[in-house]
């Protein structure tokens, strides 16, 4: 008897869930773009009379579209590299990016997309496989044989779903804790 006084309180919430649920099944999901930033990092040789032996940065990729939507690389020596200029797909899986560093140098880097070929949709990591950094208006190189990784940054955040569900099982737990109390 007891339980069927319960299940008599919870009705309510249970009904008031089921038409949640119902509604969330007959709105489908926007899609999303996935925006991905990535961690560059490499080795490359400088020439005189630059002395640094490594580089680093972030590009950012909207995987959904397969675009480059940022970046920035920093080399020791000159201003980071921000101004993308071009992104081409060389043959295959490689590719190309053009970036300016506000007037005084030019960097063509070269990768692969290694399991994404001909595409940045989906785009998971790459390896470097070349190229420079070239001095403006001299055309003087810097650095050569650039050398390296493209990786997924670690900690990204879900966009608060979880606040969201936890929010919504406490809510659920508050509700039920009244009736079964009452």
Known sequence: MLLLRY???????????????????THPAKAVDIITTFDVSGTCTPLAPFTGTTFSGTLT????????????????GLSPFTGLASLNQATGSDWEVLVGNGGSAGLLLKFTTGQTPGSLVGFAGGTIDGDLVILHPSANQAYENLGGSITAAAGVPDGGSTVMLLGAALGALGMTRRFVMS
Not at 7 to 25: E, G, H, Q, Y
Not at 61 to 76: N, R
Request: net charge negative.
């Open 61 to 76: 990729i909207d995987e959904t579209i397969g675009t480059l939507t940022a970046i920035d690389v920093s080399f020791q």
């Open 7 to 25: 299940m008599n309180d919870l009705r309510p919430i249970l009904l008031a869930l089921t038409a949640v649920a119902a509604l969330s099944l």
